[in-house]
């Protein structure tokens, strides 16, 4: 069974930093693409970040580049989601999600078939 866990949401105060796990199992962690997404209340899902395992490749998008990193030890299967500079525009229910099939393609992490998903963990920042 495929399954997305997300640990290490929390408060955080404006400037502070957080760092968010995605522990993954239940398929073939080296040939998957794991995206990190965000739902703020009232606002639609945001598509973040993201990592193709293989070749550790990632992208972020505009409104968190440069503050946020992402890591990965696949021995244990976990990414990790590095959030810096942190700002109430951050203030969301973070989710992971997994699509899988990309070791030997062209697919980079922004186009892979996402098809698990987390449960989110909230994050919440205060001023």
């Known amino acids: 069974e495929v399954q997305l866990v997300e640990y290490g949401g929390g408060v955080v105060q404006t400037g502070g930093s957080l760092r968010l796990s995605c522990a993954a199992s239940?398929?073939?962690?080296?040939?998957?693409?794991i995206g990190w997404f965000r739902q703020a209340p009232g606002k639609a899902s945001e598509g973040i970040s993201c990592m193709k395992i293989s070749d550790n490749s990632t992208w972020f998008a505009d409104s968190v580049k440069g503050r946020f990193t992402m890591s990965s030890d696949i021995a244990k299967k976990l990414v990790y989601l590095q959030m810096d500079h942190m700002a109430p525009a951050d203030a969301a229910v973070y989710s992971c999600?997994?699509?899988?099939?990309?070791?030997?393609?062209?697919?980079?992490?922004?186009?892979?078939?996402?098809?698990?998903w987390g449960q989110g963990t909230p994050v919440t920042v205060s001023s």
């Open positions: 239940g398929f073939t962690f080296d040939d998957a693409a």
């Open positions: 999600a997994a699509g899988g099939g990309l070791i030997g393609s062209d697919t980079t992490c922004q186009t892979a078939p996402y098809a698990a």
